[in-house]
């Protein structure tokens, strides 16, 4: 018990030096990160319809970026009718544990709409969006909302888009 009551004191020291490291102290100097202003990337016009992607029926590779158990891994989704019907794991491995071809639960992927969407969040405190010059979808879009929060940021990456052919 000695040993924790010498420790003590030092803790309390390393408390009170961190908690003046705010700028709500007057005299102290601003905190170099509230200073900055949010960022947030242009998006480029999309090729074809700027609400979204325009066609109802494809499949693409999602990859998602989070901290969430399917971080990282492939996923091909398939979207008919602009709705996500199908969803596999294109390789296993990461936290959750996935296995090549094993189904993803729909909640945790979303169309390319959602993606879409995403690029264009209000009042998020940085989105970044990779949408090469004439391609009608972004092939990554990064979202953190809150300057303020940890470990809330997701962000999808897009590969492999297949728009399914159209009935003949």
């Known amino acids: 018990m000695t040993s924790a009551r010498a420790a003590l004191p030092a803790l ?35 090729a074809q319809d700027p609400g979204g992607f325009a066609p109802t029926d494809y499949s693409y590779t999602l990859t998602l970026t989070c901290y969430c158990p399917d971080a ?26 996935a296995v090549a071809g094993d189904p993803v639960p729909l909640s945790r992927v979303v169309s390319l709409d ?32 809150s300057e303020r929060a940890v470990d809330e940021e997701y962000g999808y990456l897009v590969a492999d888009v297949e728009v399914a052919d159209a009935p003949g």
Do not use: F, K
């Open 72 to 97: 990282g891994i492939p996923i091909r989704v398939t979207v008919a009718d602009d709705e996500v019907v199908s969803a596999v794991y294109a390789r296993g491995g990461g936290r959750s544990g």
């Open 114 to 145: 959602e993606v879409i969407a995403a690029a264009e969040t209000p009042d998020a405190h940085r989105v970044e969006v990779d949408w090469p010059e004439g391609q009608d979808h972004p092939t990554s879009v990064a979202v953190d909302p």
């Open 12 to 46: 309390a020291l390393a408390l009170l030096a961190m908690a003046g490291c705010g700028d709500s102290e007057p005299g102290l100097a601003p905190d170099p990160a509230s200073s900055a202003e949010p960022t947030q990337e242009p998006n480029p016009e999309p």
